[in-house]
């Protein structure tokens, strides 16, 4: 066949597919199957037009559960002096302040999610810097972004502050009501700061007030003794708080003693909390010194979260801003470079749900499926195998939404030009 073009038709069978078993209900590593789309839709028996894909793998559309769309494409006028944490937290700041109008923010977000369109992804979570008077100037533009991606993107959004603003009276309490409105997720950045248990309580509490989920950045760094998660877990079940929890980074764990990093993970398993790793962003950031090599990866502790029955996703997180200088929202990338940095090979075989139904779980999304019934929306890859898919970037791979072959042509960076004059 023609792999750039599949052929129009009432009931198309796309035979000779390779699947990971797990997201056929089956038990294994890869197995050889068959779909027949009809309708926009997945169904069941035979087709009128029957293609042998040469046991491509085949893929529901990716969720991606960690993004941050508002800081997105800002490097080439806010570019990280030095590759560090502060580094990026100081220019995105300064930037924040000086550009991010409506129209700013707009037209980067749509930038970006033309991208993720095109890669293949069908849900995305993004983070939304909300210090006043910012949450005023970006929530309702990601509100009109929702909209305008309705059936293409599934948009869900969470506010991001530091811990050290959140507190039961000022500027806070207005976020969270912007975001109840918007039927966002609440969320923080936690550190350790000496009032963090009486900020976490309040934080929890505007949370139940409100009827919210909630989604904490925490532990982003190398530091042994950064623990908030631990503290995230007590509090969720001290407090009996009952919404979806999620959490990400969390990289300290890894740098932790063996007792002191079982003992969280315990304490995050009882409590039921979502966790996201962020490998690509923490791989650049962390462990950054001048003249220095990295000694580790920057990743949590995956696997042994796994084992213990944790609900573990990877997410693209910043793209082509300060806090990570590359990047394009292609979950396909993310699965990539989480496979090789995480040792996901020779492990076990449905690592492959962390970027389709564990976060979609997570985020209360529609679950991603190649079962009769679920929309036709899917990712195809010339790969035949896992090693044939992390060798290359797939540049060729076919997306279907609602069983329609879409046009893949990504954004022109030169677009957003006039931004950065």
Not at 28 to 38: D, K, N, S
Not at 52 to 68: E, I, K, L, N, S
Request: hydrophobic share 45%.
């Amino acid at each position: 066949m023609d792999f750039k073009t599949l052929p129009q038709a009432t009931r198309l069978r796309l035979e000779n597919l390779t699947v990971p078993a797990c997201l056929i209900g089956q038990v294994g590593g890869l197995v050889r199957t068959g779909v027949t789309i009809a309708d926009g839709r997945i169904v069941e028996g035979p087709g009128d037009v029957r293609v042998d894909m040469g046991c491509a793998m085949v893929f529901p559309g990716f969720t991606d559960m960690h993004t941050h769309l508002d800081k997105g494409h800002i490097w080439p006028r806010a570019a990280n002096p030095d590759g560090s944490f502060m580094g990026a937290l100081t220019t995105v700041s300064d930037d924040r302040m000086a550009n991010w109008t409506a129209l700013d923010v707009r037209r980067r977000m749509d930038f970006a999610l033309r991208c993720a369109y095109a890669h293949g992804t069908t849900a995305i979570r993004t983070h939304l810097d909300s210090i006043a008077p910012q949450d005023s100037i970006s929530w309702p533009i990601f509100r009109e972004m929702r909209a305008e991606w309705a059936g293409r993107i599934a948009l869900q959004a969470s506010c991001l502050v530091g811990v050290d603003k959140v507190d039961m009276a000022g500027d806070f309490l207005k976020t969270a009501d912007i975001v109840a409105q918007a039927g966002g997720v609440l969320g923080m950045v936690t550190y350790p700061v000496p009032d963090i248990r009486a900020r976490l309580l309040a934080f929890f509490r505007i949370a139940m007030e409100r009827g919210l989920e909630v989604d904490f950045h925490a532990d982003e760094t190398g530091d042994p003794d950064a623990a908030t998660l631990r503290m995230i877990a007590e509090t969720v079940i001290e407090t009996g708080f009952d919404a979806p929890v999620t959490v990400g980074h969390c990289c300290s764990l890894a740098m932790q003693d063996n007792a002191d990093c079982d003992r969280t993970l315990d304490l995050v398993a009882q409590a039921g909390l979502n966790i996201v790793s962020l490998p690509m962003c923490n791989l650049y950031l962390q462990a950054r010194q001048a003249g220095r090599t990295p000694r580790w990866r920057g990743l949590t502790v995956v696997h042994e979260m796994k084992a213990r029955g944790i609900n573990v996703s990877f997410a693209s997180d910043n793209t082509r801003d300060p806090f990570y200088a590359y990047g394009d929202l292609d979950m396909l990338e993310v699965m990539r470079e989480a496979t090789r940095i995480g040792h996901l090979d020779h492990s076990d075989p449905d690592w492959v749900q962390a970027f389709l139904g564990n976060p979609a779980r997570a985020c209360g999304f529609a679950a991603p499926s190649l079962a009769p019934g679920a929309p036709a929306d899917l990712v195809i890859t010339r790969a035949r195998d896992w090693s044939e898919l992390f060798s290359r970037p797939q540049a060729d791979r076919i997306v279907l939404r609602g069983g329609r072959q879409i046009d893949r042509t990504l954004p022109d960076y030169a677009e957003l030009d006039d931004l950065f004059a």
